[in-house]
């Protein structure tokens, strides 16, 4: 089926031109007359895109894309106007327009935009979809910040491909989920996608992992166990944290890169797979090859594409519809009304750098809904650490009103976030900084929310 577009604005003449040059082009078209007919023709028809007149007199297109971020809607908003400013191009995307047009349109540069648009609702639809795994959390994947669609389009083009791919970001950003939309959206997409977390598997371990073990093969070793590449046969293996291997399986992983094929840890048969690599790090890689503490052949067989994802202080107008989207989830879950933020709580949502980045920002908002005690959620409902951010905090006034166990949390939770800050949010160095073992921080981590 064609894609929908919808075109608002308050004149009769515009819709019909932009309706025959759409359908024209291969579009099924819908038309509202005013914005509040857009809003209900988006919640109910969810478009494929939107073009949107901003001058209309009951609700201008400004307030309607706001409107529509609060609700955390991901449909692309393209803006057109015949009175355009700088002060209004930069409000538009900062509240996330997908782009920007002005009247009169040259209809070629239009179609384009709109093309573009389309192919970015598609994809994340797709990554939203039941295809991409019961389990997918899909946050990271709102909004339309121009660094977002970067990332959208990087993976449209690289998906379809067998390109090994080098995901980068700091903790939090969605890489994982960056790596399922890639596998999703392939020729493989029917078969396993395969995940390890390099970082919290003993290094002894690791190399069992990725190539199994035969019977008898080390102590404990009681039966025969195939490994990720083997379980990801005609997939895709995604190798997350892949800075902390260490350089004996480096070398390993390498040779399997190169020839497609390994033995088991205490096999002498050769196996060989098809597997596509998608790889994450947090690391500077460059700085480990320095260091050498990372192989640079290794580097390069992984870093064949590679994958940017930006942290959520680098995409702050995405937050609006992110916050409304998991505003929505987390009330649902805990039956509660939840509207939405009041706006001096939700400046200081816009004003914090967000270090732990997504996860954070779940994290925040999830323990502001268990806290509310109506239906919109105020500063008081904002952990102490936020607070904290936006102005002088008095922490003798404060205390009264929390529990010694919250206050504990905070205090933990302000000090491994500097420690974090501090090593790059490495989670090893980091915990080892503050004399705490792997898996004792880790649990810590969960515990706090800081990630996953």
């Not at 003993?202 to 093969?217: C, I, Q, T």
């Not at 046969?233 to 020839?259: A, N, P």
């Not at 503050?434 to 981590?445: E, G, I, V």
């Amino acid at each position: 089926m064609s894609k929908l577009i919808l075109v608002v604005d308050d004149e009769a003449s515009v819709r019909e031109a932009l309706r025959d040059i759409l359908t024209d082009a291969g579009y099924r078209v819908e038309c509202a007359a005013s914005g509040g007919e857009g809003l209900e023709k988006i919640e109910n028809l969810n478009p494929d895109t939107v073009l949107l007149d901003i001058r209309m007199p009951d609700i201008d297109g400004i307030k309607v894309l706001e409107l529509v971020s609060r609700r955390g809607e991901r449909t692309p908003i393209i803006l057109i106007t015949a009175y355009g400013s700088t002060e209004t191009t930069i409000e538009a995307m900062k509240l996330g327009a997908f782009d920007y047009l002005m009247k009169p349109l040259k209809i070629s540069v239009m179609l384009e935009v709109v093309k573009k648009a389309v192919e970015v609702k598609e994809l994340i639809h797709r990554a939203k979809s039941g295809d991409m795994a019961p389990d997918i959390d899909s946050d990271a994947m709102i909004g339309l910040s121009p660094v977002m669609q970067s990332v959208y389009k990087t993976i449209g083009r690289v998906a379809n491909t067998n390109a090994t791919v080098l995901i980068r970001g700091e903790s939090g950003t969605g890489k994982e989920l960056a790596a399922r939309a890639i596998h999703y959206n392939s020729v493989r997409k029917d078969k396993p996608f395969v995940k390890i977390n390099c970082a919290s598997i003993p290094e002894n371990l690791l190399e069992s992992e990725l190539f199994g073990h035969e019977k008898g093969a080390f102590t404990g070793a009681v039966a025969a166990k195939p490994g990720r590449f083997e379980l990801a046969h005609k997939g895709t293996l995604f190798l997350d944290e892949i800075g902390e291997m260490s350089m004996s399986t480096q070398t390993k992983l390498l040779r399997v890169l190169q020839e497609r094929e390994f033995e088991r840890v205490g096999g002498t048969e050769t196996i060989k797979v098809d597997v596509r690599i998608v790889a994450a790090t947090n690391k500077d890689l460059e700085e480990s090859i320095a260091s050498g503490e990372f192989r640079e052949d290794l580097y390069y067989r992984l870093n064949v594409v590679e994958i940017m994802l930006p942290p959520l202080r680098e995409r702050k107008a995405d937050i609006t519809a992110l916050v409304g989207h998991i505003i929505k989830g987390c009330s649902v879950e805990h039956k509660k009304g939840i509207k939405g933020f009041s706006g001096d709580a939700m400046e200081i949502l816009m004003n914090y750098d967000w270090p732990g980045n997504i996860r954070e920002l779940k994290n925040v908002c999830e323990r502001a809904v268990l806290m509310s005690t109506g239906p919109v959620l105020s500063v008081e409902d904002l952990p102490m650490s936020l607070k904290k951010k936006s102005r002088r905090f008095n922490w003798i006034n404060d205390i009264p009103g929390n529990s010694l166990k919250e206050i504990v949390s905070e205090v933990e939770r302000e000090i491994i976030l500097k420690a974090l800050e501090e090593h790059n949010w490495n989670r090893s160095a980091a915990a080892q900084a503050l004399k705490m073992n792997r898996s004792s921080f880790y649990a810590k981590l969960k515990e706090l929310g800081i990630m996953d």
